[in-house]
């Protein structure tokens, strides 16, 4: 028996056609990459979380000479927004970034070990966390839930 997983999300051209609330939340991912710690890699992530009251927590990539010590920027982000706000639902997050050797033009997804950490809370909180990628430049993808990008792990542990 074969089976088939299709996730869904929305692709958006331009920065103008997501809403304002969205809009707010990548800028103020996009303005966390910039102050990434990237000496190594060159590559700036940046993560911005909306928690119910309506704050925004960011959080971007931590290196580290003695790899694997560093920390994503979702990660940050996420933790930061949990110790910060800890009986606020995560709604939603933006990740963007930006290389300083190379042109980011698509989305950039969370790594396995934050989606991972991300689902947790979307679990936890028992609320879908909205997810908006994109990269230096080009098209922006939202998706309704973490799940989409770890389908299997939100369907066995939902």
Request: hydrophobic share 40%; proline share 6%.
């Amino acid at each position: 028996m074969q089976k088939n997983i299709t996730i869904t999300y929305d692709v958006f051209d331009r920065l103008e056609d997501l809403s304002p609330e969205d809009r707010k939340l990548l800028d103020a991912a996009t303005q966390a990459a910039k102050n990434a710690y990237a000496p190594y890699s060159k590559f700036h992530v940046g993560a911005a979380v909306l928690v119910e009251n309506g704050n925004i927590v960011v959080g971007n990539n931590q290196e580290n000479l003695a790899y694997p010590s560093g920390l994503c920027a979702e990660r940050v982000a996420g933790f930061s927004a949990s110790a910060l706000h800890p009986n606020q639902k995560i709604m939603a997050i933006a990740v963007t970034a930006f290389s300083e050797n190379f042109l980011t033009d698509t989305p950039i997804p969370p790594c396995g070990a934050c989606r991972q950490s991300l689902i947790e809370y979307e679990i936890r909180d028992n609320q879908p966390m909205r997810c908006i990628l994109r990269g230096s430049t080009g098209q922006i993808f939202v998706f309704k839930s973490i799940a989409d990008l770890l389908p299997l792990q939100g369907k066995f542990l939902a």
